[in-house]
């Protein structure tokens, strides 16, 4: 476990402390293994994906560990109800949060792992023509064994804004 140079912990804390980073780890593991799993499927049927926020994140910079709650992904608006269907097909628990979330469930435990959203910019501007312009600028790689998009640097930082002004604006994504 590589630690930040200025953390002290006491020989009573260090285990106890490393316990709790492995947990995390391994949570991380099987979170990325059930996303890849559906994205797998949406590969299948032809549907690529952009990967959005801490998945993107994970493959920048590997070497940065956070844990992860869910991961998002964004589809092209005329994948969405392709996927929807897919999804139905292979009988996971969801909901759809607005015309434009899908929040997936791990059926075990109940709790989200897998957003996927159809539209980035909400009520932002031109919204059709920014996403078209994130996928256009996007490149295809290969993340966690499946094929996906990633965003640009500078794509990545805006949706991150936004995000933040949605998150800021609006309560229906706070319960996110």
Do not use: W
């Amino acid at each position: 476990m590589k630690l930040h140079p200025e953390l002290r912990f006491t020989k009573y804390e260090q285990p106890r402390i490393k316990g709790l980073y492995d947990k995390l780890k391994f949570e991380n593991v099987r979170l990325v293994s059930r996303v890849s799993q559906i994205i797998r499927v949406l590969n299948d049927n032809g549907i690529i994906p952009l990967v959005l926020r801490s998945a993107s994140m994970k493959h920048l910079y590997p070497s940065f560990q956070r844990t992860e709650e869910n991961m998002e992904i964004l589809l092209n608006e005329h994948d969405f109800e392709k996927a929807l269907q897919i999804i139905k097909q292979m009988q996971i628990k969801f909901e759809i949060l607005t015309d434009d979330i899908l929040k997936i469930f791990a059926s075990n435990v109940g709790s989200e792992f897998l957003v996927i959203r159809k539209n980035l910019f909400s009520d932002i501007c031109s919204r059709k023509n920014l996403e078209r312009l994130v996928f256009k600028r996007a490149q295809p790689k290969d993340i966690f064994g499946v094929k996906t998009y990633l965003p640009s640097l500078v794509d990545l930082s805006f949706i991150t804004l936004v995000d933040l002004i949605m998150y800021l604006r609006h309560p229906v994504y706070q319960t996110m």
